[in-house]
């Protein structure tokens, strides 16, 4: 369950951050098990969870992939995520509960994985899309926009 706090509607977009950056072909990584996706979207989203707690967002920064770290810093995170750090946002939760589909799970034509769904828990259901390239030799986070309502 995740703790009531004001009511919000956080939407964390920036320009180019739910970008999935350009870059040069990468060596192509198979479609992840639905399990290894749901491994995938946890991880992140409790790293990004943990760094809005301490608003320090240097572990969740080294977690990503290079052209996204390359184009965010720490400080920039920081940043970008100031809403959810703000509003004191709690939303680890979501890894009790399983994920929901919103759209099957896709690799582009970019060879981003694309993975859009959301969690059902209360009082706040949390909404993710988010976007993963091959990045030293896994899975990497590549854009992201989190949504809690």
Not at 82 to 105: S, T
Not at 111 to 130: M, S
Request: glycine share 4%.
């Amino acid at each position: 369950m995740i703790p009531c706090w004001p009511r919000f509607r956080s939407i964390v977009t920036a320009a180019g951050l739910l970008l999935i950056c350009a870059m040069r072909p990468a060596l192509a990584l198979d479609m992840p098990s639905p399990f290894v996706q749901e491994v995938l979207i946890k991880s992140i989203l409790v790293s990004l969870n943990d760094a809005v707690a301490g608003n320090n967002f240097t572990v969740f920064h080294a977690k990503i992939s290079k052209p996204f770290r390359d184009q965010f810093p720490p400080d920039k995170l920081k940043t970008i995520f100031k809403d959810l750090v703000d509003k004191h946002a709690v939303f680890d939760a979501v890894v009790a509960k399983p994920i929901v589909l919103d759209e099957d799970a896709k690799i582009d034509d970019k060879g981003v994985l694309r993975l859009k769904g959301h969690f059902d828990t209360t009082p706040k259901q949390v909404k993710y899309q988010l976007g993963f390239i091959p990045s030293d030799g896994a899975w990497k986070l590549s854009g992201i926009s989190i949504d809690i309502e």
